[in-house]
């Protein structure tokens, strides 16, 4: 085996153009002044907003300050001494040696299995990833979605251009008109999230408490009406830029005209002591259905996809097992790890922990599809167990899973490195003999951190695999296993994906079975990117686009043995190594992969053309025997890009790419992706 997975970082993206395109959607809708309920205490129109970032300079960076730039919170020691947990063991409890039959045997081992399940639901249940067909990813639950998901928008809460992720609230406070956006550890709330009190940690008051919704400047975003808020408690709440048309106790109904974002200020709360402070506030869509989660609107979107893969519902800290202050998995292992995710009363579901995993099992179930689910990088056997009881409770009988852990292990940027480091570090602790820069006596490849990371992504993906099917019991039918790779990350993509398969570590050290035997699929990446190997051109979006096609086909300049092969030339490679084993190859993200970071790609990303583009990667895929292919992207949009109007340096990672459409209501004739992707849902017989 040759050696591989040379680290590769995320690269500067740098735009000298001034002009963009027609069609841009900003929007810089005004604020309608502040409406008072019941008897505020301060002025929101009064608050003084911080000042805007000024525009960053040009500086010449080396290789490592442009590495620390695009992770700036990059952990460099994780404890080696994390030991992979161990099932913990069954208690005999006195039992008495009994015959029993095979499924008395299997009921005895489960006893959450659910027997009484139609035999027809059942069969439709069964997973086939090696179907042609085409699933979504989930747009991230945050204050400026533009997909219509949830009827309650207060989940979604947050303040514009303030990183409220790693908090449990999304709450700012004010003291004497200044807006403080980084200490939003000071405000006292509850378990759910709720501020208890105006007085903040340190003693001082605060005099106001604000959350904001609809924060995006995408025009046309959101839905213009009667917007219902309400509340349990006592206190004063303001409401800016919507007009209240009428108030009852701890209720409001408030008329939006569909543009600019609504502002929640909470300028007093529990004013008599008595620990009746405001709590549970709700806002609800003019389209809402009283006691439904979700919008209808959003799931006849999404109806149409046969697997849905809400990754950014789990949340980056579980996905990429984020480090407490003491270096710990506190959120993931031990006995109290289970009780602290995320819950349904909580009062917010964005974030760095993700929403509720029963919000994501009734996902798949209202809109008709199969669960890819993503299982959290660092948790440990009891939680996984939990979890897979949980899911097998709340998914509907006739809905199938996919299980993946972690989600792009060996991703070099963050905050996937994150976890990187972490199944490093436990794959060092589960094989201490095993050296880095030695061979072995059963491989002449040199071991590398990558090939630490992949056995050990295989080995823990085969034992929570093992506990999600002797949860299951007799529905594990309805399981498929599926090991994920990422060949933009690897020099070469036919040794990552066979080390990935084969895990000759775990293999060897621990005498067991090969991984490719005992999964369902192998997953892998399936995007239109430009890198420096592949160097579209930038200065003209027809030849951008030209280019691109010929990309994905492997036609042109990037033929077989070019210096930059064609995508498709990646995906034979992946898929015929997949086939010696008997394995479907699947898309876990499929599509374009370009930000709306420069002028190019944003008069790129809004062309009729990408159409095409997607036809074209479509017909690729099939030609070279894929099957599943999850579109990585869900509803989004961005503003006009800052390169618009200047020269400067941006990040890449800081700038949102378009979804397969922009807006929730916006029509297959306005958004190219989404037309061609319906078109190929329609032609395959997905639309119901």
């Given at each position: 085996?040759?050696?591989?997975?040379?680290?590769?970082?995320?690269?500067?993206?740098?735009?000298?153009?001034?002009?963009?395109?027609?069609?841009?959607?900003d929007?810089?809708?005004?604020?309608?002044?502040?409406k008072?309920?019941?008897?505020?205490?301060?002025?929101?129109?009064?608050?003084?907003?911080?000042q805007?970032?000024?525009?960053?300079?040009?500086?010449?960076?080396?290789?490592?300050?442009?590495?620390?730039v695009?992770?700036?919170?990059e952990?460099?020691?994780?404890?080696?001494?994390l030991?992979?947990?161990?099932?913990?063991?069954?208690?005999?409890?006195?039992?008495?040696?009994?015959?029993?039959?095979?499924?008395?045997?299997?009921?005895?081992?489960?006893?959450?299995v659910?027997?009484?399940?139609?035999?027809?639901?059942?069969?439709?249940?069964?997973?086939?990833?090696?179907?042609?067909?085409?699933?979504?990813?989930i747009?991230?639950?945050?204050?400026s979605?533009?997909?219509?998901?949830?009827?309650?928008?207060?989940?979604?809460?947050?303040?514009?251009?303030?990183?409220?992720?790693?908090?449990?609230?999304?709450?700012?406070?004010?003291?004497?008109?200044?807006?403080?956006?980084?200490?939003?550890?000071?405000?006292?709330?509850?378990?759910?999230?709720?501020?208890?009190?105006?007085?903040?940690?340190?003693?001082?008051?605060?005099?106001?408490?604000?959350?904001?919704?609809?924060?995006?400047?995408?025009?046309?975003?959101?839905?213009?009406?009667?917007?219902?808020?309400?509340?349990?408690?006592?206190?004063?709440?303001?409401?800016?830029?919507?007009?209240?048309?009428?108030?009852?106790?701890?209720?409001?109904?408030?008329?939006?005209?569909?543009?600019?974002?609504?502002?929640?200020?909470?300028?007093?709360?529990?004013?008599?002591?008595?620990?009746?402070?405001?709590?549970?506030i709700?806002?609800?869509?003019?389209?809402?259905?009283?006691?439904?989660?979700?919008?209808?609107?959003?799931l006849?979107?999404?109806?149409?996809?046969?697997?849905?893969?809400?990754?950014?519902?789990?949340?980056?800290?579980?996905?990429?097992?984020?480090?407490?202050?003491?270096?710990?998995?506190?959120?993931?292992?031990?006995?109290?790890?289970?009780?602290?995710?995320?819950?349904l009363?909580?009062?917010?579901?964005?974030?760095?922990?993700?929403?509720?995993?029963?919000?994501?099992?009734?996902?798949?179930?209202?809109?008709?599809?199969?669960l890819?689910?993503?299982?959290?990088?660092?948790?440990?056997d009891?939680y996984?167990?939990?979890?897979?009881?949980?899911?097998?409770?709340?998914?509907?009988?006739?809905?199938?899973?996919?299980?993946?852990?972690?989600?792009?292990?060996?991703?070099?940027?963050?905050?996937?490195?994150?976890?990187?480091?972490?199944?490093?570090?436990?794959?060092?602790?589960?094989w201490?003999?095993?050296?880095?820069?030695?061979?072995?006596?059963y491989?002449?490849?040199?071991?590398?951190?990558?090939?630490?990371?992949?056995?050990?992504?295989?080995?823990?993906?085969?034992?929570?695999?093992?506990?999600?099917?002797?949860?299951?019991?007799?529905?594990?039918?309805?399981?498929?296993?599926?090991?994920?790779g990422?060949?933009?990350?690897?020099?070469?993509?036919?040794?990552?994906?066979?080390?990935?398969?084969?895990?000759?570590?775990?293999?060897?050290?621990?005498?067991?079975?090969?991984?490719?035997?005992?999964?369902?699929?192998?997953?892998?990446?399936?995007?239109?990117?430009n890198?420096?190997?592949?160097?579209?051109?930038?200065?003209?979006?027809?030849?951008?686009?030209?280019?691109?096609?010929?990309?994905?086909?492997?036609?042109?300049?990037?033929?077989?043995?070019s210096?930059a092969?064609?995508?498709?030339?990646?995906?034979?490679?992946?898929?015929?190594?997949?086939?010696?084993?008997?394995?479907?190859?699947?898309?876990?993200?499929g599509?374009?992969?370009?930000?709306?970071?420069?002028?190019?790609?944003?008069?790129?990303?809004?062309?009729?053309?990408?159409?095409?583009?997607?036809?074209?990667?479509?017909?690729?895929?099939?030609?070279?025997?894929?099957?599943?292919?999850?579109?990585?992207?869900?509803?989004?949009?961005?503003?006009?890009?800052?390169?618009?109007?200047?020269?400067?340096?941006?990040?890449?990672?800081?700038?949102?790419?378009?979804?397969?459409?922009?807006?929730?209501?916006?029509?297959?004739?306005?958004?190219?992706?989404?037309?061609a992707?319906?078109?190929?849902?329609?032609?395959?017989?997905?639309t119901?």
């Amino acid at each position: 085996m040759k050696d591989f997975l040379a680290p590769v970082f995320a690269l500067f993206v740098v735009s000298q153009l001034t002009a963009c395109g027609s069609g841009g959607s900003d929007s810089s809708a005004g604020v309608t002044p502040s409406k008072t309920i019941v008897q505020p205490t301060t002025d929101a129109t009064q608050i003084e907003q911080p000042q805007e970032n000024e525009n960053v300079t040009d500086v010449d960076l080396s290789q490592d300050e442009e590495e620390e730039v695009s992770n700036p919170f990059e952990i460099d020691e994780t404890p080696a001494d994390l030991a992979e947990p161990e099932l913990p063991p069954q208690e005999s409890g006195g039992i008495v040696d009994v015959d029993l039959s095979k499924e008395e045997e299997e009921e005895a081992r489960n006893p959450y299995v659910v027997d009484d399940v139609p035999a027809t639901l059942v069969e439709t249940a069964v997973p086939q990833p090696a179907q042609f067909s085409l699933g979504s990813e989930i747009t991230a639950i945050d204050s400026s979605m533009t997909a219509w998901m949830l009827n309650d928008l207060m989940k979604t809460a947050g303040v514009k251009d303030v990183n409220t992720a790693s908090n449990s609230h999304s709450w700012i406070y004010t003291k004497q008109g200044v807006w403080f956006t980084t200490s939003l550890e000071d405000v006292v709330v509850d378990e759910q999230g709720w501020p208890t009190s105006m007085t903040l940690r340190d003693g001082s008051i605060a005099d106001s408490f604000r959350t904001s919704v609809m924060t995006s400047k995408v025009r046309d975003a959101y839905e213009a009406g009667v917007y219902t808020l309400t509340f349990q408690g006592q206190g004063n709440i303001n409401v800016t830029n919507a007009t209240v048309l009428e108030q009852s106790d701890n209720q409001l109904l408030l008329d939006y005209y569909g543009d600019g974002e609504i502002t929640i200020e909470i300028t007093d709360t529990d004013p008599l002591g008595t620990d009746n402070y405001i709590r549970n506030i709700t806002l609800r869509r003019p389209s809402a259905v009283e006691g439904e989660t979700f919008n209808k609107a959003y799931l006849d979107y999404l109806k149409p996809s046969k697997v849905i893969r809400p990754t950014k519902l789990v949340g980056n800290a579980l996905l990429y097992a984020y480090p407490n202050a003491n270096g710990e998995q506190a959120a993931l292992t031990g006995q109290a790890a289970w009780a602290k995710r995320t819950q349904l009363n909580d009062a917010k579901w964005s974030g760095d922990h993700g929403a509720p995993y029963e919000v994501i099992a009734e996902l798949a179930n209202k809109s008709e599809s199969h669960l890819w689910l993503n299982i959290p990088l660092a948790a440990d056997d009891e939680y996984v167990q939990a979890l897979a009881t949980l899911m097998l409770n709340n998914l509907s009988a006739n809905r199938a899973i996919y299980l993946e852990l972690g989600d792009e292990i060996n991703k070099m940027t963050y905050p996937n490195i994150l976890g990187r480091d972490y199944a490093l570090n436990q794959a060092k602790a589960r094989w201490p003999n095993v050296v880095i820069g030695e061979t072995t006596a059963y491989s002449d490849a040199r071991i590398t951190e990558d090939m630490l990371v992949l056995n050990w992504q295989a080995a823990r993906t085969l034992e929570v695999a093992a506990i999600f099917k002797s949860v299951w019991g007799k529905q594990q039918n309805r399981i498929a296993v599926v090991l994920g790779g990422n060949s933009r990350y690897a020099r070469d993509a036919e040794a990552y994906y066979s080390a990935l398969l084969t895990a000759p570590v775990y293999v060897n050290e621990e005498d067991a079975g090969l991984p490719a035997l005992a999964i369902d699929a192998l997953a892998m990446d399936v995007q239109l990117t430009n890198t420096s190997a592949t160097a579209f051109d930038d200065g003209n979006s027809d030849t951008f686009i030209a280019e691109a096609i010929d990309y994905i086909n492997g036609s042109g300049r990037f033929g077989d043995d070019s210096e930059a092969p064609g995508l498709r030339y990646t995906v034979r490679q992946v898929s015929e190594i997949s086939q010696s084993y008997g394995l479907p190859v699947i898309a876990y993200a499929g599509g374009h992969n370009l930000s709306a970071a420069t002028a190019t790609n944003y008069r790129v990303l809004k062309n009729t053309a990408m159409y095409d583009i997607y036809q074209v990667l479509f017909d690729m895929w099939r030609e070279e025997n894929g099957g599943l292919f999850i579109n990585a992207h869900g509803i989004s949009g961005v503003g006009i890009p800052s390169s618009c109007q200047q020269s400067y340096y941006v990040l890449a990672s800081a700038v949102n790419s378009l979804g397969v459409k922009e807006t929730q209501m916006q029509n297959e004739a306005d958004a190219p992706v989404y037309r061609a992707t319906m078109d190929m849902m329609r032609a395959l017989g997905q639309t119901k």
